[in-house]
């Protein structure tokens, strides 16, 4: 079966630029989708179909897809934004949803 | 405004059941594919079944398969997770999701329920 690999931590500046990246061999070949998942909250879409942006997501939230890996990418990074952070593909060959372990976001 | 309400999370001894419900409200029901997802406290999501919206089609993860059966009362707007055989590595929280037909994401999950499996 697929897996999906995200860095445990990343840490940035506020006003810096954080990428996030989502490893795997099914990653190039299926769109990736994104979640911000706060303390003790329900997780939210922040990226769908590797880089469009659900409505009321800011800008500053963009995605990528290239070959086996996708990045996440947050520009003008905010308090606010310090959240865990999964990635998630469609398995269309399995029919299930892969998620990849999950990336902590410090600010 | 969408939402989606989980409910029945409790705590069970090892080899017990649980039904878990959503209800569901805010937009059409029976037109969306519901996935269940369920997080071990400061762990990771792990995807645990899926069924589309007439209720015929359903897949689990291997972990579950078996032991979970997931369906959905479109009348009710109502989604269920019907869990037997309980294990303490069933422990968790069960989110519902839910999917518009084919898009392989969610943008709606509901706050989830927790379920504790001990012996």
């Known amino acids: 079966s697929h897996v999906l690999t995200q860095p445990p931590s990343v840490s940035v500046a506020p006003g810096q630029t954080a990428s996030l990246t989502c490893g795997g061999s099914?990653?190039?070949?299926?769109?990736v989708h994104w979640y911000q998942q706060k303390p003790g909250q329900a997780p939210v879409l922040v990226v769908f179909?590797?880089?469009d942006r659900p409505s009321g997501i800011p800008e500053r939230f963009s995605g990528s897809n290239s070959g086996k890996t996708a990045t996440l990418t947050i520009s003008r990074v905010e308090a606010g934004d310090e959240a865990d952070y999964y990635c998630?593909?469609?398995?269309?060959?399995?029919?299930?949803?892969?998620f990849g372990g999950g990336t902590k976001l410090t600010v | 405004e969408v939402q989606l309400v989980e409910s029945g999370g409790d705590s069970v001894q090892t080899g017990g059941s649980l039904r878990l419900s959503c209800v569901a409200s805010?937009?059409?029901?029976?037109?969306?594919?519901m996935h269940w997802v369920r997080q071990v406290p400061g762990k990771g999501m792990v995807w645990v079944s899926r069924?589309?919206?007439?209720?015929?089609?359903?897949n689990y993860a291997d972990s579950v398969k078996g032991r979970f059966t997931i369906s959905r009362d479109n009348a009710k707007s109502t989604l269920y997770l019907q869990m037997n055989s309980l294990r303490a590595e069933d422990t968790a929280v069960y989110y519902c999701?839910?999917?518009?037909?084919?898009?392989?994401?969610?943008?709606?999950w509901g706050q989830g329920t927790l379920v504790t499996v001990s012996s």
């Open positions: 999701a839910r999917e518009t037909p084919g898009t392989g994401f969610s943008e709606y």
């Open positions: 805010g937009f059409s029901f029976s037109g969306n594919w």
């Open positions: 069924v589309n919206s007439d209720g015929r089609s359903t």
């Open positions: 099914i990653v190039g070949s299926k769109s």
């Open positions: 179909d590797d880089s």
């Open positions: 998630q593909v469609w398995d269309t060959d399995d029919d299930q949803w892969l």
